[in-house]
């Protein structure tokens, strides 16, 4: 099947606020990857219309660069892949104004779910939402 290139879209946004810093006074590594995971799996939810799914694999996780205290920050998804059972998107978060990359993971995939937490066809070949 081939790659579903709709293009990055930015959906969330963050205010970087002090609990959100390491002890460098730059944005903590964990935090942001939190909010890439929920981001992400709103997004894949959003795509198949199915709220079954788990987070399946990271591909490697690329630190560009960093953000300070009261930095504006986006995070983007995009569809790479559908599979049988699951839905393969890439993310980069950057800087809100300057556009400057602060993260680029480029394969993230989950996987669909029965009721007994199985991976399952979601039956699903274009994005729903």
Same mark, same amino acid.
């Given at each position: 099947? @081939?790659?579903?290139?709709?293009?990055? #879209? /930015? /959906?969330? #946004?963050?205010?970087i !606020?002090?609990?959100?810093?390491? +002890?460098h006074? &730059?944005? $903590?590594?964990?935090?942001?990857?939190a909010?890439?995971?929920?981001? +992400? +799996?709103?997004?894949?939810?959003?795509?198949?219309? !199915?709220s079954?799914?788990?987070?399946? $694999?990271?591909?490697?996780?690329? $630190?560009? *660069? *960093?953000? *300070?205290?009261? =930095?504006?920050?986006?995070?983007?998804?995009? &569809?790479?892949? /559908?599979? %049988?059972?699951?839905?393969?998107?890439?993310?980069?978060?950057?800087? %809100? $104004?300057?556009? +400057? &990359?602060?993260?680029?993971? =480029? %394969?993230?995939? /989950?996987?669909?779910? =029965?009721?007994?937490? #199985? @991976? &399952? @066809?979601?039956?699903?070949? %274009?994005?729903?939402?």
């Amino acid at each position: 099947m @081939p790659d579903i290139h709709e293009g990055m #879209r /930015f /959906f969330s #946004r963050k205010l970087i !606020k002090p609990q959100d810093l390491n +002890a460098h006074g &730059t944005l $903590f590594g964990g935090s942001v990857l939190a909010w890439i995971d929920e981001e +992400a +799996a709103i997004y894949v939810i959003c795509q198949l219309g !199915k709220s079954n799914i788990a987070t399946k $694999f990271m591909s490697e996780i690329d $630190f560009v *660069s *960093s953000a *300070s205290l009261g =930095d504006i920050i986006e995070i983007g998804m995009e &569809t790479v892949n /559908f599979g %049988k059972s699951s839905i393969t998107v890439r993310c980069e978060v950057r800087h %809100k $104004f300057t556009k +400057a &990359t602060i993260i680029r993971i =480029d %394969k993230i995939v /989950f996987v669909h779910l =029965d009721e007994e937490g #199985r @991976p &399952t @066809p979601h039956n699903i070949k %274009k994005p729903v939402n």
